[in-house]
């Protein structure tokens, strides 16, 4: 699955994409961004979900290159501690060089504050940082986020930084 491209962000340096999946069990298997690391805004709502159901969306962002995850939604604080717990099982067998996939949650924010974050403040671990070229905003299940989404990256891009 190819997310969509929407704009370049000067603050980052990234290109900057929108995904939207009609529901959580339907997230694929696999995802292409053209970019070897990549930061995530994971606007999702997962009171009802089952962990099985968030790992399925998470590991296939992991094995594309995510390095940061910006979780927005219902329940994000557990996405965000599921994010985590994949992050730590899926580097049990590796080297331990001290590096970290960043992980936030933002639950007492608005969408537009917490898309305003992503889009400035998601800066990566300093081993990936030459490598994020790419931000992904990604809306599972609630198409009504999918336009707040699209016009937040827009305008966001487009605002004078202070």
Known sequence: MHPEFITHCSVQERDLYFLSVGEPRSFPDSISIPSQKFAVFLALNAAEL??????????PLLRAGAVYFCCYGPD?????????EEIVMSTLDQEDDGSVIMTTWHDDETLEDALWFFVMNS????????????GVAISIGNPSWDDQIIRGLKDLTKAKIP
Request: aromatic share 10%.
């Open 50 to 59: 089952d962990h099985t159901i968030i790992s399925g969306i998470i590991l």
């Open 76 to 84: 994000c604080g557990r996405v965000h501690d599921i994010i985590d």
């Open 123 to 134: 800066y990566p671990d300093d081993k990936y940082f030459d490598a994020c070229r790419a």
